[in-house]
């Protein structure tokens, strides 16, 4: 929570107003912030001071896990975060790729579970990730990332959080999680939620893939 607080307190003491193109919104915003928490014995980071809808986030992992395109598979498990990026972002609806109501593209997920090859093939970064792990292997590119520059036009947004670095050292597993940009007292919680459960249920997933 010391950590969440003295984020808060640095952005309104050195924060430079900054208009967001996309939502016309502006924003006080400073760059870089670390944040680290040791959730092993099942520590639980909840940083905030407000409600948070946990099970949405969960939610929401659990369909990139699954690499969901859709609002309506999201929903279809809790989720409701992509509705409104699917069908009521403008530049989104006015793409030749969207392929009708709910589609998102080739984001997030998709990425993930379905990178898109020169050859036309897909990899899919999870399941290589986790056989690498489960096998007690560490090749310094333990690595998943949704960010694509060569396919943003292909998606109804870019990512957020977009890349997850997996090191093992010795029996203990590390997770560093990137993000771009974060709405700090709305979606920091819910971020830093669903990567403290990205690190258990990629663990879980040792048993699936």
Not at 70 to 83: K, L, P, V
Not at 172 to 187: A, G, I
């Amino acid at each position: 929570m010391k950590q969440y607080l003295d984020l808060c307190q640095r952005i309104v003491d050195e924060g430079v107003w900054v208009e967001n193109k996309r939502t016309g919104l502006r924003c006080l915003t400073v760059v870089n912030a670390d944040l680290e928490y040791d959730v092993g014995g099942n520590q639980f980071p909840l940083i905030t001071t407000r409600k948070s809808f946990y099970k949405a986030a969960i939610a929401e992992l659990l369909g990139y896990l699954r690499g969901y395109d859709s609002a309506e598979q999201f929903r279809s498990i809790g989720c409701n975060t992509w509705n409104a990026n699917a069908n009521e972002n403008q530049a989104w609806l006015d793409n030749p790729h969207r392929k009708g109501e709910d589609d998102m593209g080739r984001v997030y997920g998709v990425q993930g579970r379905r990178w898109l090859r020169p050859d036309g093939t897909t990899l899919d970064q999870l399941k290589k990730v986790v056989h690498n792990l489960k096998q007690g292997i560490d090749d310094r590119g333990e690595i998943i990332t949704f960010y694509n520059p060569g396919e943003f036009e292909l998606g109804c947004l870019r990512p957020c959080m977009h890349t997850h670095t997996f090191s093992l050292l010795g029996d203990t597993l590390y997770l560093t999680s990137y993000q771009r940009s974060c709405d700090v007292p709305l979606l920091l919680p819910h971020y830093d939620y669903a990567q403290y459960e990205n690190n258990y249920l990629f663990l879980d997933l040792f048993s699936i893939i």
